[in-house]
């Protein structure tokens, strides 16, 4: 079973910019979170989608947006990208929403922007 | 906010000595709580978890114990081997919530 596959890996953007991540999740999850990561910080929870719905969101501004799609596949977009926008971005996926998901990780896209 | 806290970033045992990674939490709504692993370059990845009904999960070499009243809860690897080395994050959630909130992460560094 193939596991979160998260694209690109790897990305340089400048001030500005905006960047689209993308996420498919493990085959049959429909609940999709975004995560970010920073030194220090830990993950900090963006937003989770379920059934193509948001179904909550963190404390990041509206220059942090998302969208699931019909077959669970989801996306981000970063409006405008500032230099403390730097971070790995995790997408996990969980057969369900609520508390009981464990939450199965991709491998992360790591964005630089300068 | 930092509603899940792990206030050492890092520890350092030695080889077949007992592991404990402390983890406290501020919402009292929180009511289901995770350990995750993370090596470098790859996704955190589940390791065991632990309900509020509970005060003590088990799962072969990893232990996790929750003290509701001190909103705390530690993970004891024993004995720690040094494959174990990695990042680990704690994490909690409310039910039928899927925000899930991790704490800093600590990085636990087991010496041969």
């Known amino acids: 079973k193939a596991g979160v596959t998260q694209t690109p890996r790897y990305l340089i953007k400048t001030r500005g910019q905006q960047v689209t991540l993308s996420c498919s999740p493990i085959s049959g999850h429909r609940s999709v979170s975004w995560y970010q990561q920073t030194p220090g910080q830990g993950l900090q929870f963006l937003f989770e989608y379920f059934s193509e719905t948001q179904r909550n969101k963190g404390n990041f501004p509206g220059r942090f947006s998302g969208r699931q799609f019909s077959n669970s596949r989801s996306e981000m977009n970063v409006s405008t990208l500032e230099l403390g926008d730097s971070a790995l971005y995790l997408c996990?996926?969980?057969?369900?929403?609520?508390?009981?998901?464990?939450?199965?990780f991709g491998e992360g896209s790591r964005l630089t922007v300068l | 906010d930092q509603q899940v806290k792990q206030n050492s970033p890092s520890l350092s045992v030695q080889e077949g000595r007992i592991s404990i990674l402390n983890c406290d939490y501020t919402?009292?709504?929180?009511?289901?709580f995770l350990w995750y692993k993370k090596y470098p370059a790859e996704g955190p990845t589940f390791l065991i978890s632990?309900?509020?009904?509970?005060d003590k999960n088990e799962d072969g070499r990893f232990t996790v114990f929750l003290n509701k009243s001190a909103k705390h809860l530690s993970l004891h690897i024993v004995p720690s081997q040094p494959g174990d080395s990695a990042v680990y994050f704690c994490?909690?959630?409310?039910?039928?919530?899927?925000?899930?909130?991790f704490g800093a992460g600590t990085r636990l560094t087991v010496k041969p």
């Open positions: 632990i309900s509020s009904i509970k």
């Open positions: 996990a996926s969980s057969l369900q929403t609520g508390a009981l998901g464990e939450l199965f």
């Open positions: 919402n009292s709504m929180f009511d289901y």
């Open positions: 994490a909690a959630s409310a039910s039928n919530v899927n925000d899930m909130r």
